[in-house]
Protein backbone atom coordinates (compact mmCIF):
# COMPACT_ATOMS: atom_id res chain seq x y z
CA UNK A 1 0.00 0.00 0.00
CA UNK A 2 0.89 3.50 -0.54
CA UNK A 3 2.27 4.45 2.74
CA UNK A 4 4.57 7.35 3.85
CA UNK A 5 6.68 7.92 1.10
CA UNK A 6 10.79 8.89 2.57
CA UNK A 7 11.44 12.60 3.03
CA UNK A 8 11.23 15.10 -0.01
CA UNK A 9 9.79 12.48 -2.35
CA UNK A 10 6.45 12.84 -3.84
CA UNK A 11 4.02 10.28 -3.90
CA UNK A 12 1.44 10.54 -6.84
CA UNK A 13 -2.29 9.50 -6.24
CA UNK A 14 -3.20 5.35 -7.38
CA UNK A 15 -6.67 4.11 -7.83
CA UNK A 16 -5.88 1.62 -5.22
CA UNK A 17 -5.19 3.86 -2.40
CA UNK A 18 -7.60 3.87 0.27
CA UNK A 19 -9.94 7.43 0.49
CA UNK A 20 -8.27 7.45 3.63
CA UNK A 21 -4.75 7.45 2.61
CA UNK A 22 -5.50 9.61 -0.58
CA UNK A 23 -6.86 12.46 1.82
CA UNK A 24 -3.70 11.88 3.79
CA UNK A 25 -1.60 12.49 0.96
CA UNK A 26 -3.69 15.90 -0.62
CA UNK A 27 -3.29 17.03 3.47
CA UNK A 28 0.71 16.50 3.51
CA UNK A 29 0.85 17.92 0.35
CA UNK A 30 -1.21 21.05 0.73
CA UNK A 31 -0.16 21.79 4.05
CA UNK A 32 3.32 22.03 2.91
CA UNK A 33 2.15 25.14 0.63
CA UNK A 34 0.06 26.31 3.51
CA UNK A 35 2.56 28.75 4.98
CA UNK A 36 3.96 30.15 2.07
CA UNK A 37 0.70 30.68 0.63
CA UNK A 38 -0.14 32.80 3.71
CA UNK A 39 -3.22 30.06 4.65
CA UNK A 40 -2.30 29.61 8.43
CA UNK A 41 -4.18 31.52 10.57
CA UNK A 42 -4.21 32.09 14.03
CA UNK A 43 -7.56 32.76 16.11
CA UNK A 44 -7.52 33.91 20.24
CA UNK A 45 -9.30 32.21 22.46
CA UNK A 46 -9.69 34.22 25.76
CA UNK A 47 -8.98 33.54 28.91
CA UNK A 48 -10.25 35.02 32.34
CA UNK A 49 -9.75 35.55 36.09
CA UNK A 50 -12.61 33.38 37.35
CA UNK A 51 -13.46 35.87 40.36
CA UNK A 52 -14.67 38.68 38.41
CA UNK A 53 -14.49 37.22 34.13
CA UNK A 54 -11.51 39.86 33.63
CA UNK A 55 -9.51 38.85 30.37
CA UNK A 56 -5.81 37.93 31.83
CA UNK A 57 -4.82 36.63 28.43
CA UNK A 58 -5.45 34.28 24.85
CA UNK A 59 -4.28 30.98 23.68
CA UNK A 60 -3.40 31.06 19.95
CA UNK A 61 -4.68 28.43 18.26
CA UNK A 62 -3.77 27.35 14.66
CA UNK A 63 -6.17 27.18 11.92
CA UNK A 64 -5.67 26.19 8.39
CA UNK A 65 -7.64 28.65 6.00
CA UNK A 66 -7.91 25.63 2.88
CA UNK A 67 -8.82 27.21 -0.46
CA UNK A 68 -11.43 24.30 -0.96
CA UNK A 69 -12.17 22.79 2.24
CA UNK A 70 -12.62 26.00 4.04
CA UNK A 71 -11.35 26.18 8.03
CA UNK A 72 -9.37 22.83 8.75
CA UNK A 73 -8.84 22.79 12.86
CA UNK A 74 -5.54 21.50 14.05
CA UNK A 75 -6.70 18.52 15.20
CA UNK A 76 -6.50 17.06 11.66
CA UNK A 77 -3.48 18.90 10.52
CA UNK A 78 -1.02 18.93 13.43
CA UNK A 79 -0.17 15.20 13.90
CA UNK A 80 0.30 15.27 9.79
CA UNK A 81 2.63 18.73 10.36
CA UNK A 82 4.40 16.68 13.36
CA UNK A 83 5.26 13.76 11.53
CA UNK A 84 6.61 15.36 8.43
CA UNK A 85 8.64 18.16 10.18
CA UNK A 86 6.42 21.08 8.79
CA UNK A 87 5.21 21.74 12.20
CA UNK A 88 8.65 23.02 12.81
CA UNK A 89 8.26 26.41 10.61
CA UNK A 90 4.68 26.50 10.89
CA UNK A 91 5.12 26.52 14.94
CA UNK A 92 7.76 29.47 14.50
CA UNK A 93 5.60 31.49 12.44
CA UNK A 94 2.61 30.73 14.81
CA UNK A 95 4.90 31.99 17.69
CA UNK A 96 6.23 35.20 15.40
CA UNK A 97 2.44 35.78 14.94
CA UNK A 98 1.49 35.35 18.38
CA UNK A 99 4.03 37.39 19.76
CA UNK A 100 3.29 40.61 16.80
CA UNK A 101 -0.42 40.47 18.05
CA UNK A 102 0.04 40.38 21.51
CA UNK A 103 2.52 43.34 21.24
CA UNK A 104 0.10 45.11 19.70
CA UNK A 105 -3.17 44.65 22.61
CA UNK A 106 -0.51 46.21 24.68
CA UNK A 107 -0.52 49.35 22.54
CA UNK A 108 -3.95 49.67 22.36
CA UNK A 109 -5.30 48.64 25.64
CA UNK A 110 -6.88 51.41 27.68
CA UNK A 111 -4.76 53.61 29.73
CA UNK A 112 -4.05 51.72 33.20
CA UNK A 113 -5.95 48.55 31.94
CA UNK A 114 -3.87 45.51 32.74
CA UNK A 115 -1.75 43.83 30.42
CA UNK A 116 -2.94 40.64 28.42
CA UNK A 117 -0.53 37.70 28.24
CA UNK A 118 -0.74 35.26 25.24
CA UNK A 119 -0.23 31.81 24.99
CA UNK A 120 1.01 29.67 22.51
CA UNK A 121 0.91 25.65 21.97
CA UNK A 122 4.09 24.02 21.35
CA UNK A 123 5.15 20.64 19.69
CA UNK A 124 7.91 18.39 20.91
CA UNK A 125 9.89 18.81 17.50
CA UNK A 126 9.73 22.19 18.58
CA UNK A 127 11.27 22.22 21.70
CA UNK A 128 14.16 19.64 20.89
CA UNK A 129 15.83 21.46 18.31
CA UNK A 130 18.99 23.21 19.03
CA UNK A 131 18.25 26.77 19.26
CA UNK A 132 14.58 26.78 19.85
CA UNK A 133 15.01 28.85 23.01
CA UNK A 134 17.23 31.87 20.70
CA UNK A 135 14.44 31.63 18.16
CA UNK A 136 12.25 32.30 21.28
CA UNK A 137 14.39 35.25 22.31
CA UNK A 138 14.25 36.86 18.66
CA UNK A 139 10.47 36.53 18.71
CA UNK A 140 9.82 38.66 21.61
CA UNK A 141 12.75 41.43 20.37
CA UNK A 142 11.20 41.48 16.67
CA UNK A 143 7.75 42.57 18.25
CA UNK A 144 8.92 44.01 21.91
CA UNK A 145 6.57 41.72 23.35
CA UNK A 146 7.62 41.24 27.30
CA UNK A 147 8.66 38.07 27.93
CA UNK A 148 6.56 37.54 30.92
CA UNK A 149 3.68 38.11 28.75
CA UNK A 150 4.09 35.02 26.80
CA UNK A 151 3.26 31.88 27.82
CA UNK A 152 4.31 28.82 26.08
CA UNK A 153 2.20 25.58 26.52
CA UNK A 154 3.39 22.16 26.25
CA UNK A 155 1.60 18.95 26.54
CA UNK A 156 2.59 15.78 29.08
CA UNK A 157 3.38 13.58 26.27
CA UNK A 158 5.75 16.39 25.07
CA UNK A 159 7.28 16.22 28.51
CA UNK A 160 7.82 12.27 28.12
CA UNK A 161 10.50 12.68 25.23
CA UNK A 162 14.10 13.57 25.45
CA UNK A 163 14.16 14.62 29.20
CA UNK A 164 17.48 16.54 28.97
CA UNK A 165 17.88 18.76 25.98
CA UNK A 166 14.01 19.94 26.85
CA UNK A 167 14.81 20.11 30.63
CA UNK A 168 17.19 22.71 29.09
CA UNK A 169 15.72 24.67 26.93
CA UNK A 170 12.73 25.12 29.49
CA UNK A 171 15.43 26.52 32.14
CA UNK A 172 16.59 28.65 28.88
CA UNK A 173 13.31 30.07 28.65
CA UNK A 174 12.78 30.36 32.48
CA UNK A 175 15.63 32.80 32.12
CA UNK A 176 14.60 34.57 29.87
CA UNK A 177 11.35 35.18 31.76
CA UNK A 178 8.98 33.69 29.87
CA UNK A 179 6.28 31.10 31.03
CA UNK A 180 5.83 27.78 31.20
CA UNK A 181 2.29 26.12 31.25
CA UNK A 182 1.67 21.95 31.35
CA UNK A 183 -1.46 22.07 28.69
CA UNK A 184 -4.03 19.43 29.01
CA UNK A 185 -3.14 18.00 32.83
CA UNK A 186 -3.78 14.95 33.81
CA UNK A 187 -4.50 13.05 30.41
CA UNK A 188 -0.49 12.70 29.83
CA UNK A 189 1.61 10.32 31.53
CA UNK A 190 4.10 10.80 34.99
CA UNK A 191 2.35 14.12 35.42
CA UNK A 192 4.10 14.52 39.01
CA UNK A 193 7.55 13.62 37.43
CA UNK A 194 7.27 16.08 35.35
CA UNK A 195 6.26 18.70 37.62
CA UNK A 196 9.22 17.44 39.74
CA UNK A 197 11.56 17.71 36.76
CA UNK A 198 10.65 20.99 34.90
CA UNK A 199 10.24 24.47 36.04
CA UNK A 200 6.37 24.70 35.42
CA UNK A 201 4.74 27.98 36.54
CA UNK A 202 0.77 27.05 35.21
CA UNK A 203 -1.23 24.01 35.05
CA UNK A 204 -4.20 23.54 32.68
CA UNK A 205 -6.68 21.70 33.51
CA UNK A 206 -8.16 19.55 30.68
CA UNK A 207 -11.78 19.78 29.73
CA UNK A 208 -12.56 16.56 30.31
CA UNK A 209 -11.89 16.66 33.84
CA UNK A 210 -13.91 19.63 33.88
CA UNK A 211 -16.90 18.31 32.48
CA UNK A 212 -16.38 15.36 35.16
CA UNK A 213 -16.99 17.69 37.74
CA UNK A 214 -21.18 16.71 37.37
CA UNK A 215 -19.37 13.65 39.82
CA UNK A 216 -18.28 13.83 43.00
CA UNK A 217 -15.89 12.17 42.12
CA UNK A 218 -14.66 14.22 39.50
CA UNK A 219 -15.08 17.13 41.50
CA UNK A 220 -12.31 15.43 44.05
CA UNK A 221 -10.41 15.11 41.33
CA UNK A 222 -10.51 18.42 40.17
CA UNK A 223 -9.81 19.94 43.74
CA UNK A 224 -6.82 17.48 44.13
CA UNK A 225 -4.88 19.09 41.26
CA UNK A 226 -5.89 22.43 42.68
CA UNK A 227 -4.23 21.34 45.82
CA UNK A 228 -1.23 20.37 43.92
CA UNK A 229 -1.16 23.49 42.08
CA UNK A 230 -1.80 25.47 45.14
CA UNK A 231 1.61 23.45 47.45
CA UNK A 232 3.69 24.21 44.62
CA UNK A 233 2.67 27.47 43.81
CA UNK A 234 1.16 27.18 40.24
CA UNK A 235 -1.37 28.81 38.41
CA UNK A 236 -4.34 27.07 37.39
CA UNK A 237 -6.20 27.39 34.29
CA UNK A 238 -9.67 25.53 33.90
CA UNK A 239 -10.44 24.46 30.53
CA UNK A 240 -13.19 24.12 28.44
CA UNK A 241 -15.37 25.50 30.55
CA UNK A 242 -18.79 25.65 28.57
CA UNK A 243 -21.68 25.75 31.59
CA UNK A 244 -22.20 27.98 34.43
CA UNK A 245 -22.58 25.18 36.18
CA UNK A 246 -18.93 23.95 35.90
CA UNK A 247 -17.33 27.53 35.91
CA UNK A 248 -19.45 28.03 39.81
CA UNK A 249 -17.92 24.12 40.37
CA UNK A 250 -14.54 25.67 39.49
CA UNK A 251 -14.68 29.08 40.94
CA UNK A 252 -16.01 27.09 44.85
CA UNK A 253 -12.90 24.72 44.11
CA UNK A 254 -10.51 27.81 43.71
CA UNK A 255 -9.57 27.62 40.15
CA UNK A 256 -8.28 30.92 39.40
CA UNK A 257 -8.65 31.08 35.50
CA UNK A 258 -10.78 29.90 33.02
CA UNK A 259 -11.70 29.55 29.49
CA UNK A 260 -14.23 27.91 27.43
CA UNK A 261 -17.62 28.54 25.09
CA UNK A 262 -19.15 29.79 28.12
CA UNK A 263 -16.60 32.87 28.03
CA UNK A 264 -16.13 32.90 24.21
CA UNK A 265 -14.81 30.47 21.31
CA UNK A 266 -11.61 31.67 19.84
CA UNK A 267 -11.53 35.12 17.55
CA UNK A 268 -9.94 36.03 14.64
CA UNK A 269 -7.70 38.60 15.16
CA UNK A 270 -9.77 41.48 14.56
CA UNK A 271 -12.34 40.54 17.18
CA UNK A 272 -9.39 39.80 19.66
CA UNK A 273 -9.04 43.39 19.16
CA UNK A 274 -12.26 44.64 19.53
CA UNK A 275 -11.69 42.73 23.55
CA UNK A 276 -8.79 44.49 23.90
CA UNK A 277 -9.73 48.08 23.13
CA UNK A 278 -13.03 47.72 24.55
CA UNK A 279 -15.75 47.60 21.60
CA UNK A 280 -16.34 44.36 22.66
CA UNK A 281 -16.94 42.59 26.02
CA UNK A 282 -17.44 39.22 26.94
CA UNK A 283 -20.52 37.77 28.69
CA UNK A 284 -20.32 38.36 32.49
CA UNK A 285 -21.30 35.22 34.61
P1 LIG B 1 -5.48 22.88 23.38
O1 LIG B 1 -4.19 23.61 23.42
O2 LIG B 1 -5.87 22.11 24.59
O3 LIG B 1 -6.56 23.98 23.00
C1 LIG B 1 -7.85 24.01 23.48
C2 LIG B 1 -8.83 23.43 22.48
O4 LIG B 1 -10.13 23.37 23.07
C3 LIG B 1 -8.99 24.28 21.21
O5 LIG B 1 -9.24 23.40 20.13
C4 LIG B 1 -10.25 25.08 21.54
O6 LIG B 1 -10.92 25.57 20.39
C5 LIG B 1 -11.05 24.04 22.26
N1 LIG B 1 -12.06 24.62 23.14
C6 LIG B 1 -12.04 25.81 23.75
N2 LIG B 1 -13.13 26.01 24.51
C7 LIG B 1 -13.88 24.90 24.39
C8 LIG B 1 -15.14 24.49 24.94
O7 LIG B 1 -15.80 25.18 25.71
N3 LIG B 1 -15.59 23.25 24.58
C9 LIG B 1 -14.90 22.45 23.73
N4 LIG B 1 -15.41 21.28 23.43
N5 LIG B 1 -13.69 22.81 23.20
C10 LIG B 1 -13.20 24.01 23.52
P2 LIG B 1 -8.49 23.58 18.74
O8 LIG B 1 -8.31 25.02 18.40
O9 LIG B 1 -9.19 22.70 17.75
O10 LIG B 1 -7.06 23.00 19.02
C11 LIG B 1 -6.86 21.65 19.33
C12 LIG B 1 -5.46 21.39 19.77
O11 LIG B 1 -4.53 21.60 18.71
C13 LIG B 1 -4.98 22.31 20.89
O12 LIG B 1 -5.48 21.85 22.13
C14 LIG B 1 -3.48 22.18 20.74
O13 LIG B 1 -3.01 21.01 21.40
C15 LIG B 1 -3.31 21.99 19.25
N6 LIG B 1 -2.86 23.28 18.65
C16 LIG B 1 -3.57 24.38 18.33
N7 LIG B 1 -2.77 25.35 17.83
C17 LIG B 1 -1.52 24.86 17.85
C18 LIG B 1 -0.22 25.38 17.46
O14 LIG B 1 -0.05 26.53 17.05
N8 LIG B 1 0.85 24.54 17.62
C19 LIG B 1 0.72 23.27 18.13
N9 LIG B 1 1.82 22.50 18.25
N10 LIG B 1 -0.47 22.76 18.50
C20 LIG B 1 -1.58 23.54 18.37
MG1 LIG C 1 -3.23 24.75 24.63
MG1 LIG D 1 -5.59 22.11 26.47
MG1 LIG E 1 -5.89 19.71 23.79
Redesign the pocket.
Known amino acids: AAKRAGKGRIELYRPEMSSGQARRLDLESGLRQALDRGELVLEF?PVVRLRDGALVSA????RWSHPVRGVV???EF?PVAEETGL?VPM?RW?LREACHQAARWQRVLEPGADPVAVA????ARQLELPGFAEDVEAALAASALPPHLLCL?L?ETLLVRDLEPTAAALRRLKEIGVEIAV??FGTGYSSLAHLWSFPVDKL?ID?SFVAGMRTEQGEAFVRAILGLARSLGLAVVG????TPTQLAALRAAGCGQG????FS??LPAPGMLRLITGEAQLPIW
Open positions: QEALLHPEIIGAVNLSETDDKREGIEQGALWS
